[in-house]
């Protein structure tokens, strides 16, 4: 069970609290229960001949179980779960419990459990009465008769899959039994049909669904991931609904509890009203034994935060706290700074978290990625995996740490400094192979938010930081993802700093406020790149592998046309060829170039140049909220004050190997466990022929589709989803008697230019969106300064573009923008890129940009930007290197003429210069590609320019029109006296006059480009 807050065990504490403190109503003969002033009497549920109507008390459902707050109302108990913000009670009364996947303002029930809401509150029996409360006013009868008495709130898929019904009238579409049941809290159709004015009643997303307490919470494996619309209990943390419940075959107990040991109602004052509020509300009678405790939250991003006076103590102490940091340290894992205060490197820091000891290591039969032990090495242990305040996540599926030590340092604490003091922090070498998701330090708890990323985070323990200083001298050396890493961090000033061989990027801050970046050298990154991305999902997937391998080992398995095998001897197999890649990299060891599993494992494992084959690098990234996995230009909001001076940035790789998106019937994707793409291309025999294309598989693949075989947890699947053409063609083949499933995974397209486009090409292996190789990326920042920058030496050697799905001028893998990103947009290699942005952008130096195969520029200014310019210098921008002019004539889309710019200025942007005119502002000189873009035109003015010159072509036109018709007219006239003067004779001469005039009328000429490439240079 995931669950993301205390389980039953978790609330021992409070039942045995109750249990020594709770006395029965038989006890009453002891005067001291009698003294109001002392004691107070709780009961079982609410008892309208005991409880006032609309009255909040307190009360036990159950004798050893905590006190709950609850309002009464009709003689119905409200279960407000509201009133326990903290969630330290009302959460043992659930059978399981788990946060909305897109809020933690909501309770759902666990994911695994299918339980009904009556077997959810553990209190309701068969006879147990329900019915509803808007708004958590009062209980109140449904309309629907056939709730009566047995109503409660489920929510429709939208807050526990990762795809939602996607239609815009469920009932209308008659989805299921329950889409036409009343929606209280939703998202409703604007008019009920074209010939009403009345407000619609029917919904398209709903979060609280009125229907039976006995309704099923459906759970097939693949409901979660292909737009089904389906129904799981919900509880609310904000009072806009709430259920109430009656048990009247049960009689209503009373116990007798110390004042002094009530538990003090929790509300949440960013999300409900405060307290006082609650107490204001009209017709509420409050007990006089209810006490309160507001929830202070100061920002919304995160979980908690102190009151006022708390914030004037903690400053104190953070001025005072001084921590000195050395590796032992990080002997066991992250180090999370808890606590405000200044951390000070005093040594080398080299991360290798749970590495196998020396012994083991040395051991003949060692493997690195061994699954049988007790322990996975390099990952947290089952202890730390168990505790929240340690590693969580690993073997529940649902935790920051659900994919392994992500980070060097976790910074979850407010009014931070660390410190370098001339020293590197970095990852040891073994480690950074077996680790391929981190970070050095992370300016939050979690690597993504919640909702985000190739795991599930859970919303405990969420925070992002804020009054962060990161100085040097120092360095941050080799890591598998970022140097530094932050989502909606505020207030950071980042300094003094070497950033280097890092495999994504130097600096990433999505969603980030006030951030300062000073005399920081980012590069080179890495360019000795171990593995290909499929060994960073394997590493990942290795704790779900030893899941598999323990629970199904023995499991008898056949896909088509291979010999039946069992489930361990796949896991096993896919361990060998990772220790293979291990021990090669590691130790240099060589294999016989025959072995089958050295060569898949070449094929699916190793890195063949040593370049990120990801779609993307970065030298440093601004985005806006949300990961930059994205299209650029599409995650821009929430991000301003960005100040960045004294920046060098060079070194940046990027060799992308190119994937598809595929999909099912245009509306399913198909991908993998951890939101990657399942590379049928790679995994097939051939696809010449589609129609006799067979599955062979490769160990990833073979084991993701073993693991849906036998494992239906929503947890462990996460992500997963595979259509049944996709299971046929695996499992029974691709033959007339499957109905030939892969022309359906991976139509044929004969004709190239009028079969149906796919526009799913242009990924990579995890799903992203490939916009190649780019020194700096600044999507949204407002009201920002960026100065004297260098940016050089970004260099992108992808392939040219599948024409595999057909001549696409868009993709749709992420939201892209065809006005951004126009055609396959893996080999641009850019200096600059900005997006949505304002501010000032002077001093910016940018030289020796490339691009084998396509778009080289050194700054590109897209959509919506309003930026002042200033000595901007670009050199040496190259497009299209590897490429000859009959090559490049030869193009047709998704690919383009490799275009070279110094600085392009897009269009739906505006340019402004600090001082004088573009001309001033901008050199640049060896802008060398296919075509080139003109520095210095405005976009704006171009159009004018072109709607202008094309009203006078017109204009010229009509005015030669009628010259030739006057002209002809009185040619005609002059002929016509000289014919009929002199004859036929005459007219012949006419003719062929006139025919001698016709050959010398000019011809239109067609320009031809020469073969060798444009060069401009404004450099005198």
């Known amino acids: 069970m995931a669950a993301a807050f205390p389980t039953k065990q978790g609330c021992v504490f409070y039942a045995c609290l109750a249990m020594m403190l709770s006395l029965t109503s038989s006890d009453e003969s002891d005067p001291d229960l009698m003294d109001p002033r002392k004691y107070t009497k709780i009961y079982s549920q609410c008892d309208p001949s005991i409880h006032q109507d609309k009255g909040l008390y307190y009360i036990q459902p159950s004798f050893d179980g905590p006190i709950i707050p609850a309002i009464c109302s009709n003689g119905y108990t409200m279960i407000d779960l509201s009133l326990d913000a903290k969630l330290q009670a009302i959460p043992y009364y659930l059978s399981s419990h788990d946060y909305s996947r897109i809020s933690p303002e909501y309770l759902i029930t666990n994911l695994d459990d299918t339980a009904t809401f009556r077997q959810w509150w553990l209190p309701a029996d068969q006879s147990t009465k329900f019915t509803i409360a808007k708004n958590c006013d009062s209980c109140q009868q449904p309309i629907d008769p056939a709730l009566q008495d047995n109503a409660v709130y489920y929510t429709d898929s939208l807050h526990f899959c990762y795809t939602a019904y996607s239609g815009s009238n469920a009932c209308q579409d008659e989805v299921n039994e329950y889409s036409c049941n009343v929606c209280d809290v939703g998202t409703f159709a604007d008019k009920l049909n074209d010939h009403s004015h009345e407000p619609s009643q029917h919904w398209s997303q709903c979060t609280a669904l009125q229907t039976s307490a006995d309704t099923p919470s459906w759970h097939e494996p693949q409901m979660r991931v292909n737009h089904h619309l389906i129904y799981r209990p919900i509880m609310s943390l904000k009072r806009d609904f709430c259920t109430c419940y009656n048990t009247p075959n049960k009689p209503v107990e009373s116990h007798h509890v110390l004042l002094s040991d009530l538990p003090p109602v929790t509300i949440n004052s960013d999300i409900v009203m405060p307290a006082l509020q609650l107490m204001a509300m009209e017709g509420l009678y409050v007990d006089e034994s209810v006490k309160f405790e507001d929830v202070y939250v100061c920002d919304p991003k995160k979980e908690v935060c102190e009151t006022p006076e708390q914030q004037v103590e903690i400053q104190q102490e953070c001025q005072t706290n001084v921590v000195y940091l050395t590796q032992n340290d990080f002997k066991e894992g992250s180090y999370r700074i808890r606590k405000c205060g200044q951390y000070v490197l005093m040594e080398d820091i080299v991360c290798d978290f749970n590495p196998p000891s020396l012994e083991e290591q040395a051991d003949a039969a060692f493997s690195p990625n061994r699954i049988d032990g007790d322990e996975l090495y390099w990952f947290p242990t089952r202890d730390q995996a168990n505790h929240d305040d340690k590693y969580p996540g690993l073997y529940s599926y649902v935790g920051s740490f659900s994919l392994g030590f992500f980070t060097g340092i976790t910074i979850e604490a407010d009014n931070v400094v660390i410190d370098l003091n001339g020293y590197t922090l970095s990852m040891e070498k073994k480690f950074y192979l077996q680790q391929r998701f981190f970070s050095l330090i992370e300016l939050s708890s979690k690597m993504f938010e919640p909702i985000q990323g190739p795991s599930s985070w859970g919303f405990e323990n969420v925070f992002y930081a804020s009054n962060v200083e990161i100085k040097g001298p120092g360095t941050l050396g080799i890591s598998s993802h970022h140097g530094i890493h932050g989502n909606y961090a505020q207030n950071v000033y980042i300094h003094d700093l070497d950033i280097q061989h890092f495999d994504v990027a130097g600096i990433a801050c999505n969603g980030c406020i006030d951030v300062r970046i000073q005399r920081v050298t980012i590069g080179p990154q890495n360019n000795q790149i171990p593995t290909l991305g499929r060994y960073t999902h394997a590493r990942a997937f290795l704790p779900r592998l030893k899941h598999l391998n323990d629970k199904f080992g023995d499991e008898p398995i056949q896909f088509y046309n291979r010999p039946q095998t069992t489930v361990s001897a796949l896991c096993q197999r896919m361990v060998k060829q990772m220790d293979m890649i291990y021990f090669n990299w590691v130790e240099n060891r060589e294999y016989d170039e025959d072995d089958e599993d050295w060569i898949a494992a070449k094929k699916i494992f190793m890195n063949p140049t040593g370049w990120m084959d990801g779609g993307s690098s970065y030298g440093l990234v601004i985005n806006g909220r949300g990961a930059a996995v994205v299209g650029i230009g599409v995650r821009v909001q929430e991000t301003s004050n960005i100040h960045i001076s004294e920046v060098e940035i060079f070194g940046i790789y990027n060799q992308a190997i190119e994937k598809i998106k595929y999909q099912l019937q245009d509306t399913y994707t198909t991908r993998g466990i951890l939101f990657d793409t399942i590379d049928w291309i790679a995994t097939t025999d051939q696809i010449e022929d589609r129609s006799t294309s067979q599955y062979i598989g490769d160990v990833y693949t073979d084991v993701q589709f073993a693991a849906a075989k036998f494992v239906d947890s929503w947890y462990y699947r996460n992500s997963y989803y595979v259509g049944p053409e996709n299971i046929d063609y695996v499992f029974k083949g691709n033959t007339e008697a499957t109905n030939y499933p892969f022309l359906t995974i991976l139509p044929e397209r004969d004709d190239f230019w009028n079969d149906e486009i796919t526009r799913s090409c242009g990924t990579d292996i995890q799903l992203h969106s490939s916009k190649g190789a780019i020194g700096m990326m600044v999507n949204g920042a407002q009201d920002s300064l960026f100065d004297n920058i260098y940016i050089h030496d970004v260099y992108n050697w992808a392939d040219l573009g599948m024409e595999i799905c057909g001549p696409y001028d868009q993709v749709h893998i992420t939201f892209e923008d065809i006005d951004i990103q126009y055609g396959y947009t893996g080999t641009k290699a850019h200096g600059l890129v900005m997006d949505y942005t304002s501010g000032d952008y002077t001093n910016i130096k940018i030289e020796n940009i490339e691009s084998y195969h396509g778009e080289a520029n050194g700054m590109t200014i897209y959509k919506e930007s309003y930026v002042n310019l200033a000595n901007i ?104 006296r000289i014919c009929f003067k002199h004859g036929k004779e005459h007219e012949r001469k006419r003719e062929a006059t006139m025919s001698k005039m016709g050959e010398k009328t000019p011809l239109l000429g067609q320009f031809k480009q020469s073969d060798s490439r444009i060069v401009i240079s404004n450099r005198l």
């Open 873 to 976: 210098e670009v050199n040496n921008v190259n497009a299209g290197t590897r490429l000859s002019q009959q090559e490049v004539d030869a193009l047709v889309l998704p690919n383009v003429v490799p275009r070279a710019c110094a600085v392009d200025i897009k269009d739906a942007t505006f340019v402004d210069y600090v001082e004088g005119e573009a001309v001033d502002n901008l050199q640049f000189d060896g802008i060398n590609g296919f075509d080139v873009c003109d520095p210095f035109a405005d976009p704006q003015e171009i159009a004018k320019r072109n709607r202008f010159m094309a009203s006078l072509t017109v204009l010229f036109a009509l005015l030669l029109v009628v010259i030739l018709l006057v002209l002809t007219f009185a040619a005609f006239k002059l002929c016509q």
